[in-house]
């Protein structure tokens, strides 16, 4: 079981409200280390500086999608393993089933709940304390 308050999770979304959802709901949590950024390009720099955790990422990005950072992450010698959750705005059977083939861990359907959020990334990291 992974300590809540020590858990380091980057967040990488191109909508600055959707950051600060995601953010908050990490907060609710109890996740205070979170490192957020509006472009995929961007993770990849923040990846190649620090270790984390879980990286949640948006699916529909411009320049450089949520699948290409998934598979950039998936290449990536220290980063490789961590769990990596994908946000959509779509519940595309074929998405799902493309983002499962490149490693995803889980995926969360955007708008969503504290809860809901909770319950995906508990199913990959096992329960928060």
Do not use: W
């Amino acid at each position: 079981m992974p300590q809540a308050s020590s858990f380091r999770v980057l967040v990488v979304d191109d909508q600055h409200s959707m950051r600060g959802l995601t953010r908050y709901s990490l907060g609710q949590m109890g996740v205070a280390n979170v490192v957020d950024v509006s472009s995929a390009q961007a993770a990849v720099d923040e990846i190649g500086k620090a270790q984390f955790n879980l990286i949640l990422s948006d699916y529909n990005m411009p320049e450089m999608s949520g699948m290409d950072l998934l598979k950039t992450v998936r290449r990536h010698p220290t980063h490789s393993k961590v769990p990596f959750i994908m946000l959509t705005g779509q519940g595309d059977k074929e998405l799902v089933t493309e983002a499962a083939k490149a490693g995803v861990n889980n995926y969360v359907i955007k708008p969503f709940t504290v809860d809901v959020l909770r319950k995906k990334i508990e199913a990959v990291v096992g329960a928060l304390t």
